[in-house]
């Protein structure tokens, strides 16, 4: 392994990607600098599942940061030499505007770009985007296949209405995606963009996933989600972290960078669900039939893979890990 790496930062720390990365760079030897939001003060933010992590008490530090408050990244950053910025707004209560929730999401991570370059010490900066910056996009033709050439079109997400906080999470990931890769443009900092699909497999954080809630949805029996299923896209939480670190050190990572292993249909996922776990009730073929929704086009990985990147996972771990992990938390 060799001498100590780092410093890096890692933003959002206590998200389901951030404290897998945050494990991961610390197996690698990484010194690890991590923020996390200030606790309300009637409930103080337990992180112990941070803190014991193996090599955290030698070599992770917790800061508090807040996107709301783009100052507060300076310290953390300051001195590191790459740093991932993962953390995202969302309002999960649909108490704010799209408009808001994607202000606080640029300004943030304009203040962590910002952070980077007071720093001078900075050597990259990966950003963790998002499927939903690609995959949206109505222009009358059929694409079955995205590469990094794609954006979601936000006039599109606008017009269509997406009801609830995905909608506010689909713009504010696109919009802060350009905004970040603009930054960089303009002022000659080092920024690459990591594009996960959905993210499913084992959590080491305590609050259920959203991504992987949505994967789970034959298991839980929750019909609201069985139309994102159309056709999914997805990759395992491990193969998200191990990807943010080898584009940290591949010397030639340059722009966009798509994370995606597989791809599974609605009624492949039925077949594979019920034939892999009989003790759930997997809705069956003939009662999908009536699911509708938007088909999301496969995501290409293409460009990942050309440059040296070999996934570890397919989808039997992915949802043997999700699943094993969802009991001993007590969600199944």
Same mark, same amino acid.
């Given at each position: ?13 206590? +998200?389901?990607? =951030? *404290?897998w990365? /945050? ?7 990484? $010194? ?81 770009l910002?952070?980077?370059l ?9 950003y ?6 690609v ?28 009801? +609830?906080?995905? =909608? *506010?999470?689909? /713009?504010?990931?696109?919009s802060?995606e350009r905004? $970040? ?11 690459v ?115 040296g ?24």
């Amino acid at each position: 392994m060799g001498g100590e790496k780092g410093p890096v930062c890692v933003t959002g720390g206590t +998200g389901f990607i =951030g *404290s897998w990365l /945050i494990m991961r760079l610390l197996d690698r030897g990484y $010194s690890v600098r991590t923020t996390v939001r200030s606790a309300s003060s009637e409930q103080k933010k337990d992180v112990s599942f941070l803190t014991s992590l193996p090599g955290a008490s030698e070599r992770l530090q917790i800061f508090n940061a807040d996107l709301s408050d783009p100052q507060s990244f300076n310290a953390p950053i300051e001195g590191c030499t790459g740093v991932f910025h993962v953390a995202t707004p969302v309002d999960f209560e649909g108490k704010e505007t799209e408009e808001i929730v994607t202000k606080r999401a640029i300004d943030g991570a304009l203040g962590v770009l910002q952070a980077c370059l007071n720093s001078k010490t900075v050597k990259r900066v990966v950003y963790t985007s998002s499927g939903a910056a690609v995959v949206l996009n109505s222009n009358g033709q059929k694409i079955d296949e995205m590469d990094e050439s794609y954006w979601s079109n936000i006039d599109f997400l606008k017009a269509s209405n997406p009801s +609830g906080h995905s =909608g *506010s999470y689909m /713009i504010s990931k696109t919009s802060t995606e350009r905004a $970040s890769l603009e930054f960089a443009e303009k002022h000659g900092l080092d920024v690459v963009t990591l594009i996960p699909s959905f993210v499913v497999g084992p959590f080491i954080c305590p609050k259920f996933p959203s991504s992987v809630r949505t994967m789970l949805a034959m298991v839980l029996g929750d019909k609201d989600q069985y139309s994102l299923l159309l056709n999914t896209s997805l990759v395992h939480v491990d193969d998200v972290a191990r990807a943010h670190i080898f584009l940290l050190e591949c010397p030639t990572a340059k722009g966009r960078y798509i994370c995606s292993s597989d791809v599974v249909t609605i009624e492949q996922m039925s077949q594979f669900l019920s034939a892999r776990y009989p003790q759930f009730q997997i809705p069956t073929l003939k009662s999908l039939k009536e699911i509708r929704g938007y088909k999301i086009p496969t995501l290409s990985t293409k460009k990942l893979l050309d440059s040296g990147f070999k996934y570890k996972y397919g989808i039997n771990e992915m949802f043997d890990e999700a699943i094993q992990c969802c009991k001993e938390k007590g969600y199944l």
